[in-house]
């Protein structure tokens, strides 16, 4: 079974620094792109950060030139560091794998997008 598992949430004041890291596990065979969504309470999940397998970033407005987004392709795991938080980046931080690829004893399967439980980050001004 695949699963995105998110670690390193937690309260922090502003212009504090978190970073996030999200693993996938399983027999994983690929996965084209792994990013962070977030979820502040009564808002949409929206988009922070992507990158592909080849290294492409694509960054929300209000994250970039603020967060790092990086990946391990041999290690399966996406991270996010976050410093100068402020208390509007306070939400549930998802991990996504999309377009995952898994081996399953004599074949492959693919799966569109695979979500993490969720991390929170709660950030106190």
């Known amino acids: 079974q695949v699963q995105m598992v998110e670690s390193g949430g937690g309260l922090v004041q502003a212009g504090g620094s978190l970073r996030l890291s999200c693993t996938a596990s399983?027999?994983?065979?690929?996965?084209?792109?792994m990013g962070w969504w977030r979820q502040a309470p009564g808002k949409m999940r929206e988009l922070v950060a992507v990158?592909?397998?080849?290294?492409?970033?694509t960054y929300a407005d209000s994250a970039k030139a603020r967060f790092g987004i990086s990946r391990d392709n041999a290690k399966n795991t996406v991270d996010l560091q976050m410093p100068g938080l402020r208390p509007e980046d306070t939400a549930v931080y998802y991990c996504?794998?999309?377009?995952?690829?898994?081996?399953?004893?004599?074949?492959?399967?693919?799966?569109?997008?695979?979500w993490g439980q969720g991390t929170l980050v709660t950030v106190s001004s």
């Open positions: 996504r794998g999309e377009s995952v690829v898994v081996r399953e004893e004599d074949r492959y399967r693919s799966y569109l997008e695979i």
């Open positions: 399983g027999s994983i065979f690929s996965i084209h792109s």
């Open positions: 990158i592909t397998s080849g290294g492409g970033t």
